[in-house]
């Protein structure tokens, strides 16, 4: 027996080449032409084009809690409070001028519309510029919201740990000796 005539036991199976035609016939096993014919096809989940159709709530999360002050006039506070009466939101809504929301007495704001005359102590009310200038020269008092210091994320350069303060880029801190 010379080396050339060597045969194996059992022949050499030969497997299906799918696409080449033979026993798999026209499209392969594939279905039809498109998307799904394809190799590595995905197809979208239903669910997330529902997801992207339906409209979204922008913004932050709080602003739905704290909405915009509520507006009175000058003129306004004229006719509804005498003369020495305090404004404050709470007197306000005792008034009927506002309603309560959520439970809690609204934030306000005093514009500048219309002419006062009569003195009143205002408090924890927000007032343009306009409006303070006529009721501190009608003899008014106020007593402002102390105004808290709003502090930009990209401003901050670090966080003073011995301190707890927050550094502001452009600020020099104080050295303490």
Do not use: W
């Amino acid at each position: 027996m010379q080396i050339h005539e060597l045969k194996r036991r059992t022949e050499n199976r030969k497997t299906a080449i799918v696409g080449r035609g033979g026993k798999r016939g026209k499209t392969s096993g594939r279905g039809g032409k498109g998307q799904t014919a394809r190799a590595g096809h995905k197809i979208r989940p239903e669910m997330r084009d529902t997801i992207k159709k339906m409209p979204k709530l922008r913004g932050y999360a709080f602003k739905a809690y704290s909405p915009k002050p509520l507006v009175v006039n000058v003129s306004d506070l004229e006719v509804l409070f005498s003369n020495g009466d305090s404004v404050n939101p709470q007197k306000l809504v005792e008034k009927g001028v506002f309603k309560l929301f959520a439970g809690k007495n609204p934030r306000v704001k005093i514009l500048a519309t219309g002419e006062i005359t009569k003195k009143l102590n205002i408090s924890d009310c927000i007032l343009s510029i306009e409006a303070k200038n006529k009721i501190e020269k009608a003899g008014g008092v106020i007593t402002e919201i102390p105004k808290v210091k709003k502090t930009n994320i990209s401003n901050v350069s670090a966080v003073d740990s011995n301190d707890s303060k927050v550094v502001i880029k452009g600020e020099k801190k104080a050295n303490k000796k």
